[in-house]
């Protein structure tokens, strides 16, 4: 069942959220960055992909990811008032995207926010996850941390820079949650920092689209 963390404002942008491979939609950092977010003006939906919604560990295979997203992007269009995004932690950002490319979203996203992109598995640097990505047709927040071992600083801004209206945001220190060691970052400020970029970059994108 999908989760609403509703901004103040009725008329504020929705971003429907995607959980990583490894932990559904009650995790506290997705907890963390809805509430975060819906805090900045940003309402946040989130859901569980059918694998955590029948306590399974392994995902499913693609085609199902991407239909339970396009069903989530289907419930939240439909009591939406303010302009939709998609995005998500890790795997649910890259379902986000291939569902997007492939035309599955109606109506199609604003935007599209990645936090930490999986764009290749820990140590394979050659399995790259990014040739759907031009197909996306709109435009992408990259937020990616410097220790992230699923993409390097150097990966992720070359990648930004091929792709039209992509931005990339790097969280110093921060691992592929976005996260920084505690004795560097204690009080977590590097994630919120992230949020804060997230909510400033959704809220430009929602009104540059109505320009």
């Not at 069903?71 to 998500?88: Q, T």
């Not at 927040?141 to 930004?160: H, I, N």
């Not at 931005?167 to 505690?182: E, F, I, Q």
């Amino acid at each position: 069942m999908a989760r609403r963390y509703a901004a103040a404002n009725s008329d504020a942008p929705v971003l429907v959220l995607g959980h990583g491979a490894g932990a559904g939609h009650d995790h506290p950092w997705m907890k963390r960055v809805a509430s975060g977010l819906a805090a900045r003006g940003v309402t946040v939906v989130t859901f569980d992909f059918p694998y955590k919604a029948a306590k399974r560990s392994v995902p499913d295979p693609p085609a199902v990811l991407e239909r339970a997203f396009a069903e989530a992007w289907k419930e939240a269009a439909a009591g939406a008032h303010g302009p939709l995004f998609a995005g998500g932690k890790s795997m649910g950002g890259r379902i986000a995207s291939q569902v997007t490319a492939n035309g599955g979203l109606d109506p199609r996203p604003r935007g599209l926010v990645f936090f930490g992109y999986p764009l290749h598995p820990p140590g394979k640097p050659a399995q790259r996850r990014d040739a759907h990505l031009p197909g996306v047709g709109a435009p992408m927040l990259f937020l990616s941390g410097t220790r992230d071992p699923f993409g390097s600083p150097e990966e992720l801004t070359a990648l930004a820079a091929a792709l039209p209206a992509a931005s990339l945001h790097v969280v110093d220190g921060g691992d592929h949650s976005l996260a920084a060691p505690k004795r560097a970052d204690p009080a977590g400020s590097r994630l919120e920092q992230a949020m804060d970029v997230a909510a400033a970059w959704i809220q430009q994108a929602a009104r540059d689209a109505v320009r």
